[in-house]
């Protein structure tokens, strides 16, 4: 039961786009450091990092993975995070934790959006970032290009670390750069090191050349020397690359192919030799930073909550400050109540190995928690503050899906189950929305809200179906009109009598304004209020589609009462029955959201997606460039997006994103007015019956 200082300590979080590589990475990197003595894949459901159901079943990472290794008497951490956007928290909750990020970088693409989100990302927070290119021992492959798209597209300074010394199929070696060696590599490990064949010889000399500029470039003492003697020693070569890289102002690159372990090795070599520790770090958020080095009071984050069938919840967290010790008690600051971390733990997956300390800058897990979530910040010190800015910025929700149960009370438990599941993530919102009568949860993509519907099958035993969320459409007029409505019942016992004569015309000033312009006394003043509490009900509830009514003016100028049987209720019944026919008269058109759409995709796939777009009957709103990527603006009714973030990626494998954000209200064509008309009425025939 080893403890760490902070200087042992290595916190990388590995990222990139989808499909690129991560995991089977981190897979290599925990069998190099001989943490696992056989090397799962993705394709047999049998890695470390994805070891849920979900993930084993669609092959992909779904939720972040950590895994600590001891290696060379330093606990490494590689967060294992999600490619796909739909998880994108994954990565905003893990990226700030981290003093590192190696971003991955498929060899045959070069850089792609995901890789470059998460880029950005680690830049805003003051990360030190590496690139990983993969796929070395792919045939007909440009590593070349690779190289140039990630310092053309990001414009960055790179520094080579390795090179492959070929590529196919029967690669299995590759050139390290630094050291000026050959290694070899057979069944997953280096198998052998020798001097630089002379064939490679100006290749190498190329790349160290590289290396050594871009060193240079982030000192000025470095640089003189480099213009006055054209090199730099080996050991300026490593001090000013741990120096420039722990400033964030160079960008290492490795070569390799995870699946054989080729180059892997080097990379772990590397995070121990260069990658920085949390000694001595500043720790950058999007409106703060955090001196890891002050002991006055302990305090820490859990960011990631994992629900595992054998163990319960698994809290994992940063220590921002201070120590801990197993059996300490805390205080969740943001829960406001008392939390005892009983043991600690680092973990790799699910499986965990304990600590009797944490030092600050280390990342470790607890268990049996009752009152703590993901984001929740704790301290020793009951008095203690949270800290005055975001330490996790989630991403915005982009789709929205209507979440029901077999029945109305299984629906009350699946908001229940939803609760507790914001536990473990904290990237999708429910709204439980009394206009449209249904249950929402806003998530990250369609795929977000399918695998947040299976957890809740697999955990709660409910099924879930995700309907298509209604739309809050909004009904108003285009025209005046005035109408007479006379109510009158006598059947027996008490009658109700009212008449009541109304103008109604557009507002543009508010939603409803309502005049009393009654002379004469026609109308008592006792029935006034009655009347336009009856409209006001029909306007929550609409008359064209069910729908919310706005941009009305409705003028009370006449009526009559009788002395007897005239009630409020009958005024009430009068004047909703006037509204109604007052509606049908005035030019009634139905209005719909418009929400404005951000989309971001490579330059090829720019007109598919243009096209696309129109057939949504969206609206472009202009294209700009970013690098090789194209940026397309557009404002699309909001019935058009859903399903959306699906279609999207088809579209452009994977490689489009976009945002999107409420504009304004607009009239619909007069074709869907009819068809949102005629399904409010069957729908009112279906239940009347």
Request: aromatic letters at 8%; glycine letters at 8%; a negative charge.
């Amino acid at each position: 039961m080893a403890d760490f200082n902070k200087s042992s300590l290595r916190n990388v979080c590995v990222a990139g786009h989808g499909t690129s590589g991560k995991t089977t990475l981190v897979e290599s990197l925990l069998f190099n450091a001989g943490a696992i003595n056989r090397q799962g894949t993705v394709t047999d459901g049998n890695t470390v990092s994805d070891f849920t159901e979900e993930e084993k079943n669609r092959g992909i990472s779904i939720s972040a993975s950590i895994n600590s290794v001891e290696y060379k008497q330093n606990l490494i951490t590689f967060i294992d995070t999600p490619g796909y956007f739909d998880f994108g928290g994954e990565l905003a909750a893990s990226m700030p934790f981290c003093e590192a990020a190696l971003l991955t970088v498929e060899g045959s693409t070069g850089i792609d959006a995901g890789t470059e989100k998460a880029f950005k990302l680690a830049k805003k927070l003051g990360k030190s970032i590496a690139f990983f290119i993969n796929e070395v021992d792919r045939d007909n492959i440009n590593l070349e290009s690779a190289f140039d798209s990630i310092a053309k597209e990001l414009e960055i300074s790179l520094a080579p670390i390795t090179y492959p010394a070929a590529t196919g199929q029967n690669a299995d070696s590759i050139i390290d750069i630094f050291k000026g060696k050959l290694v070899k590599y057979a069944n997953g490990k280096r198998a052998s090191e020798s001097d630089i064949p002379a064939q490679f010889a100006d290749k190498v000399a190329e790349l160290k050349e590289k290396l050594m500029e871009a060193v240079a470039e982030s000192d000025e003492e470095l640089m003189t020397k480099y213009f006055d003697e054209g090199s730099l020693s080996e050991e300026e070569i490593n001090t000013g690359l741990h120096k420039a890289f722990s400033n964030g102002t160079i960008y290492p690159v490795f070569f390799g192919a995870p699946n054989k372990g080729i180059g892997v090795d080097i990379v772990l070599d590397s995070v121990v030799d260069f990658f920085p520790s949390p000694e001595g770090k500043i720790m950058q958020f999007g409106e703060g930073e955090i001196d890891t080095n002050d002991d006055s009071v302990t305090k820490g984050i859990i960011f990631k909550v994992n629900s595992i069938p054998q163990f319960g919840e698994v809290y994992a967290f940063k220590l921002l400050q201070g120590s801990l010790s197993e059996g300490a008690d805390v205080y969740n600051m943001s829960s406001a109540s008392a939390e005892k971390f009983g043991q600690l733990f680092y973990t790799r997956g699910k499986d965990r190995f304990p600590l009797k300390n944490v030092v600050a800058g280390q990342i470790a897990v607890t268990v049996k928690l009752k009152n703590s979530k993901t984001g929740d910040q704790f301290s020793d010190n009951k008095a203690a503050e949270v800290y005055p800015f975001p330490l996790i910025e989630w991403p915005e929700a982009i789709v929205r899906g209507a979440f029901a149960g077999a029945s109305k009370e299984d629906t009350d438990k699946v908001a229940a189950a939803i609760k507790k599941m914001q536990i473990e993530d904290a990237s999708f919102r429910m709204v439980n929305d009394p206009e449209l009568k249904q249950l929402f949860v806003d998530g990250l993509g369609e795929l977000h809200l399918e695998v947040l519907a299976k957890k809740i099958k697999n955990q709660f035993g409910l099924d879930v179906k995700i309907l298509e969320p209604r739309i809050p459409y909004r009904e108003t007029i285009k025209g005046k009109a005035e109408a007479r409505y006379r109510h009158k019942k006598q059947s027996g016992g008490s009658g109700e009598f009212a008449e009541v004569n109304i103008v109604l015309e557009p507002n543009s000033e508010s939603e409803f304004e309502f005049v009393d312009a009654i002379v004469g006394g026609v109308i008592s003043g006792r029935f006034i209020p009655a009347v336009e509490k009856g409209i006001r009900e029909v306007l929550a509830e609409g008359v064209l589609s069910g729908c919310k009514f706005i941009n009305c003016k409705v003028t009370l100028n006449d009526g009559k009462e009788h002395p007897v049987d005239s009630k409020e209720v009958a005024f009430k019944k009068a004047a909703q029955m006037a509204f109604k026919d007052a509606v049908k008269r005035a030019n009634p058109i139905i209005l719909e959201p418009i929400y404005e759409i951000k989309i971001t995709v490579p330059e090829e796939f720019a007109g598919s997606v243009m096209g696309d777009i129109s057939s949504r009957r969206g609206k472009p709103q202009g294209m700009e460039s970013e690098g090789r990527l194209t940026v397309i603006k557009a404002l699309v009714p909001l019935k058009e997006v859903h399903g959306y973030s699906t279609q999207l990626r088809s579209m452009t494998n994977g490689r489009g994103t976009y945002t999107i954000k409420y504009d304004h209200y607009e009239q619909v064509p007069a074709d869907i007015q009819k068809k949102i008309i005629d399904e409010y009425e069957a729908n009112k025939d279906n239940k009347d019956e």
